[in-house]
Every structure is written in structure tokens, then in C-alpha cells.
């Protein structure tokens, strides 16, 4: 019995639509979790973009999905899912190409909220927008802190964790793909890696990013092992050598650069 299981996840390759069955008799599924392609939330002048939510990809986010969907032509996909912001259900449709399969979306993967970034600038003599948005994630276990003075990132957390265990307790699907967001994708790395919050500025996330993980669930459905196969993998720098810092980081620095100019 157990050669004929291990048999079935030496050969899961060959059918990933056949159920995966580790050697000790749960199903193994797999999350495939992207994170969209690039966008602009600046303008030109450095003001904010007057809605974040609805900006669509900008022309490298377009071309970093297309490159990511080359990579990903060959993988087996029974459900999609994205947040059902514009970026994200772009980045879905040009990753899944020509796949005859629908693009649902679960609003409550959306990214974390923030305040805008004139009401933020607003919100006391002493707030540094700068360093907030450079290095904001790192303050997320902190019980009272927000996201540029929006959502509290303990309240996200919930609600990306809630997100998750909805997708898994669809018994349906061996491989469910989900395109969301930079901090989504940190909150479920935190939850998949036991690290919760305190992941939340260690997980890198780079635009149009793939994250492989799986998931070993009993026949209740419970989820006993999670394995994280792969971490911010991209088609068009594999190996980072042109990324030296986290995007809001570099948001940070275009927000210099652009009052510097006026």
C-alpha cells in the first residue's frame, strides 16, 4: 500500500489533475499564489494616483505577465481566483492565456488598506509618510499598527486568514491558482510558515512574483502539513539581480525624487 502511494508522488508530474496522495494517505493540493504584475500608484508630478484600486497594469507589469505565463503554460490548473482588483484579474487573464476556465473573484484577498496618501500626510504634525511607507510592514505585529494609517494589520491578517481557509475547504480542486497582492502574499506566507505577522516585512514580493504551496489535508478536510515549495520566483529576473530593494522601499524613493522636484 505505501509503494503504490509513493508511487502516485513520484509520478504526480505526468496528471495534475490526478488526486496527489503522500506516502502516509492524505491528499496533498497545491496553492499557486501570484502576486499582480507592476503598476504606478505616482504620477508624474509625485502626487498619488486619485484611486489605487482601480490602476491597471502599467506597460512592464504587462510584460512581466505575459513572461510569467510563458513559465507557466504547462501547469494543470482546476480553479483560479483573484482579489477582483483590476491588477490582479489583468494579471490572471494574461498568466492563464488561451485556458478555457473562470477567473472568480474573492474580494476579501484585496490588498491592505490604506488611508490616501494626502489623508495620511494629514494625520499629525509628527508623520513621516517617507519612512512609513519605506519600512511600514515591518511595524505589523505591533498590535495598534496600520498601513499608512488605514487598516490595522492585525484585523488584515484576519481577514486574508479567513480568505485562506474559504479556499481550502473547497474539497473540489488539486490545484488552485490565486492572483492577489504584496501584502496579501505576506499575510498567507506568514500563515502558511507559522510566523504570522512577524513574516509580514521578511516575505519579499516582487511584481508578477509566484509562490508555490502545498497543502496536506485528512479526510475531514484538516490540514495537517504545509510545505512551501517556492518563494517570490519571477520570469523576469529569476535571479534578483536587479531588485536591491522592496517596492516600498523604492515607492519611498520616487516619492524623494518627485518632491525634489518641486
Known amino acids: 500500500m505505501q509503494r503504490d502511494m509513493l508511487s502516485v508522488v513520484l509520478h504526480e508530474g505526468i496528471s495534475a489533475m490526478t488526486a496527489r496522495v503522500t506516502i502516509d494517505g492524505v491528499r496533498r493540493r497545491r496553492l499557486y499564489l501570484f502576486r499582480h504584475g507592476a503598476v504606478d500608484y505616482v504620477n508624474s508630478d509625485g502626487s498619488w494616483v486619485s484611486n489605487p484600486d482601480i490602476v491597471d497594469l502599467n506597460e512592464k507589469g504587462r510584460t512581466q505577465a505575459t513572461a510569467m505565463s510563458n513559465m507557466f503554460a504547462d501547469v494543470v490548473v482546476d480553479r483560479a481566483i483573484c482579489s477582483g482588483l483590476p491588477r490582479t484579474r489583468e494579471t490572471g487573464e494574461l498568466v492563464l492565456g488561451d ?148 517596492d516600498m522601499e523604492s515607492l519611498a524613493v520616487r516619492l524623494i525624487q518627485m518632491r525634489a522636484k518641486t
Open 99 to 246: 485556458r478555457s476556465i473562470e477567473l472568480e473573484v474573492v474580494a476579501e484577498l484585496e490588498e491592505i488598506r490604506p488611508l490616501t496618501g494626502e489623508a495620511a500626510a494629514e494625520s499629525g504634525d509628527d508623520y513621516d509618510i517617507i519612512a512609513d511607507i519605506a519600512y511600514s510592514h515591518w511595524r505589523a505585529p505591533d498590535s495598534a499598527a496600520r498601513f499608512l494609517g488605514g487598516e490595522r494589520y492585525h484585523d488584515f491578517y484576519d481577514r486574508i486568514a479567513a480568505a485562506l481557509e474559504y479556499i481550502l475547504a473547497d474539497s473540489t480542486w488539486n490545484n488552485v491558482v490565486v492572483f492577489a497582492h504584496g501584502g496579501t502574499n505576506a499575510a498567507v506566507l506568514g500563515w502558511v510558515t507559522g510566523l504570522g505577522l512577524e513574516g509580514f516585512g521578511l516575505f519579499d514580493q516582487a511584481t508578477c512574483c509566484l509562490n508555490v504551496i502545498d497543502f496536506d489535508t485528512d479526510d475531514t478536510g484538516r490540514v495537517v502539513r504545509k510545505h512551501l515549495r517556492g518563494m517570490n520566483i519571477t520570469a523576469d529576473d529569476p535571479a534578483k539581480q536587479n531588485r536591491h530593494a522592496g
